[in-house]
Structure formats: structure tokens, C-alpha cells
T-cell receptor, first 114, second 112 residues
Framework: DGGITQSPKYLFRKEGQNVTLSCEQNLNHDAMYWYRQDPGQGLRLIYYSQIVNDFQKGDIAEGYSVSREKKESFPLTVTSAQKNPTAFYLC?????????????FGNGTRLTVT | GEDVEQSLFLSVREGDSSVINCTYTDSSSTYLYWYKQEPGAGLQLLTYIFSNMDMKQDQRLTVLLNKKDKHLSLRIADTQTGDSAIYFCAEKSAGGGNKLTFGTGTQLKVEL
């Protein structure tokens, strides 16, 4: 089955530690995205990548970093510089192009930092 | 930047129709989307519409688009308890690559 896998589902960290969230897709999609979801605020774009070895900042990139060394993988690192890291993180991919190309989402990682 | 707005809550009785509304500000939107999110899960694509269309129907779902008023709606016919979820609308801008801007989501509660 093709899809997007995010791991782990729940993640707990102490303040001051960096943490990396995994996202893998086997849909052969060129583009991948990271969104953050907070209650009552919808989804906000952190970073996105249209192609391997290239990525751009989204609306709330501060305190986060990404890499895109392989087409299938787009890991997100939440650094200690992120002031409010506790949130639900969603990874998505799409076929890109100028058509409808909807985003397909993983099941998310809930990160709690104390 | 682009803005997408939705009301936060909607409550309907089982068997009734639900109508979830969305407004957006970007006049260059190319596609508009509806997603469903169940508790603790990711977003599931329900349907999407090209901005030059004004209606799309897919089984129990009907999407209406008023491009002049920048208003999008999702009608769910014969609403069931399994339809209880958060519904997000999203828009893709012509100049924004393939990024989507999401609304805040509407929590739909279906009561017996």
C-alpha cells in the first residue's frame, strides 16, 4: 500500500533537547511538506521541499530544520530554539505540478516537551 | 498573505444535511480542497474543485464555489455519526507553488 509514514506517533522530550520527527513516503511524490497543528489555529506550514536536495521555509520556520537527501524522506528537527514546540506535527506529500495535485497526509506525530 | 476562514463548530442531527462554509481572500486561487480529520489522525482528502468550476458532486458530498464572493461550501447529505470530525478547507494560490493554505477547521458533531 502506498502512503506516508510518520514515526513515532507520540514523542516526549525535555526542554532544551533537539528532536527529529521522521516522515517517509512511497508514493513517488516529488514534493513534501511539514505542517504544525495547534488547537483552534488550523495548519501552519513549517517547511516544504519541491525536489530532492532543495527546500524552502514556510510561514513558521524559526526553530525548525529539515533535510531532503532522498525523495522518500523528509525529516524535521525541532530545535531547542523553538519556543513552543508542543504540538501535533503533520507531514504531507504531493505529486507537484500545476494541476490539482492534492496533498496526502501521514497520521501525525504528537510532540510533548516539558 | 492569504487567509482562509471557517466557523469553528456545527451541530446537526443524524440524517439531516450538513453545510460547512469557508471564505478565502486570495483572488488567484486555482484549486480549493476539503479535508476531514478524525481524532488523533492525519487529514483525509475528501474532494477538491478547480476554481473555474462552480459545483462538484461526489456521492453524498456537494461542493459549491462562488468565486466572485470567494465562498466555498461543503454539503454532506444524510449525515451519519461517522461524519463527526473536523473539516478543513484549503486553497492553492496560483503563485504559491503547490503549497496549500488551510482554514482553522470546523468541528462537526452529529447527534442522534
Amino acid at each position: 500500500d502506498g502512503g506516508i509514514t510518520q514515526s513515532p506517533k507520540y514523542l516526549f522530550r525535555k526542554e532544551g533537547q533537539n528532536v527529529t520527527l521522521s516522515c517517509e513516503q512511497n508514493l513517488n511524490h516529488d514534493a513534501m511538506y511539514w505542517y504544525r497543528q495547534d488547537p483552534g489555529q488550523g495548519l501552519r506550514l513549517i517547511y516544504y521541499s519541491q525536489i530532492v536536495n532543495d527546500f524552502q521555509k514556510g510561514d513558521i520556520a524559526e526553530g525548525y530544520s529539515v533535510s531532503r537527501e532522498k525523495k522518500e524522506s523528509f525529516p524535521l528537527t525541532v530545535t531547542s530554539a523553538q519556543k513552543n514546540p508542543t504540538a501535533f506535527y503533520l507531514c504531507a506529500s504531493s505529486g507537484g505540478g500545476t494541476g490539482g495535485s492534492p496533498l496526502h497526509f501521514g497520521n501525525g506525530t504528537r510532540l510533548t516537551v516539558t | 498573505g492569504e487567509d482562509v476562514e471557517q466557523s469553528l463548530f456545527l451541530s446537526v442531527r443524524e440524517g439531516d444535511s450538513s453545510v460547512i462554509n469557508c471564505t478565502y481572500t486570495d483572488s488567484s486561487s486555482t484549486y480549493l480542497y476539503w479535508y476531514k480529520q478524525e481524532p488523533g489522525a492525519g487529514l483525509q482528502l475528501l474532494t477538491y474543485i478547480f476554481s473555474n468550476m462552480d459545483m462538484k458532486q461526489d456521492q453524498r458530498l456537494t461542493v459549491l464555489l462562488n468565486k466572485k464572493d470567494k465562498h466555498l461550501s461543503l454539503r454532506i447529505a444524510d449525515t451519519q455519526t461517522g461524519d463527526s470530525a473536523i473539516y478543513f478547507c484549503a486553497e492553492k494560490s496560483a503563485g504559491g507553488g503547490n503549497k496549500l493554505t488551510f482554514g482553522t477547521g470546523t468541528q462537526l458533531k452529529v447527534e442522534l
